[in-house]
């Protein structure tokens, strides 16, 4: 099946700090998406990326489509206290046939900061 | 303002023992999704379906069955519960175009089977 590593595990990092995280794929997707999970919630997506090569931005929050299409990238500048939870990403196929809208998880990042 | 309901929030199962988890949304989606939630693992997918009247096998799908009762409504049952299913379990939904690629959430339910 898919695989999505996803890196780091976990960060620690001071407020105001910039955080980088990516997700790398063993096959093409011609999706990804970046969600945020805060404890005893869901995931709630950041950012859809749909494009090779494509550079998207959510207030502080900027990701990119690799131009190889099996990898994304995800920067947080000015870190503040609110951004702590686990950040993932997750690839989507080719919709059509049995794969259609099924999306794979990376393993999750992990972000504390400290005030 | 509901979104993707699940039921229940917690459920403690001892070994053996079957249970249903429900899950709801109001979004009017074609598509719904179960996930589980294991520590470094991510999200893996046990099963989905893509519209009403269809559900296909995810990642993971050994251990579960699924209903999709109506637009609405796709439970996940486990028939005889093991140690191995104490995770917690997402529903998910999509409005299942093309074009409409963000899939929604529920709060999740934490399972513990002992």
């Known amino acids: 099946g898919q695989q999505l590593n996803q890196s780091p595990q976990s960060m620690f990092i001071q407020e105001g700090e910039d955080v980088s995280m990516n997700c790398t794929s063993s096959?093409?997707?011609?999706?990804w998406l970046w969600y945020k999970q805060d404890p005893g919630e869901g995931p709630v997506l950041l950012i859809a990326?749909?494009?090779?090569?494509e550079l998207t931005s959510n207030g502080r929050l900027t990701a990119q489509f690799g131009i190889t299409r099996k990898d994304s990238f995800l920067n947080i500048s000015a870190s503040i206290p609110s951004d702590v939870g686990i950040y993932f990403c997750?690839?989507?196929?080719?919709?059509?046939?049995?794969?259609?809208?099924?999306?794979?998880f990376g393993q999750g990042t992990i972000l504390t900061v400290h005030p | 303002n509901a979104g993707v309901t699940q039921t229940p929030k917690f459920q403690v199962l001892k070994t053996g023992q079957s249970m249903t988890l429900q899950c709801a949304q109001d979004?009017?989606?074609?598509?719904m999704y179960w996930y589980r939630q294991d520590p470094g693992m991510g999200l893996r997918l046990i099963y989905y379906?893509?519209?009403?009247?269809?559900?296909d096998k995810g990642e993971v799908p050994n251990g579960y069955n699924v209903s999709r009762l109506n637009k609405r409504e796709f439970s996940l049952r486990l028939e005889s519960a093991a140690p191995s299913q104490t995770s917690v379990y997402f529903c998910?939904?999509?409005?299942?175009?093309?074009?409409?690629?963000?899939?929604?959430f529920g709060e999740g339910s934490w399972l513990t089977v002992v």
């Open positions: 998910a939904s999509r409005p299942g175009t093309a074009s409409g690629n963000t899939i929604y």
């Open positions: 096959s093409i997707f011609n999706t």
């Open positions: 990326l749909y494009k090779a090569g």
């Open positions: 997750a690839g989507q196929l080719q919709a059509g046939g049995t794969s259609y809208g099924k999306l794979t």
């Open positions: 979004m009017n989606h074609n598509s």
């Open positions: 379906s893509a519209s009403e009247g269809t559900t």
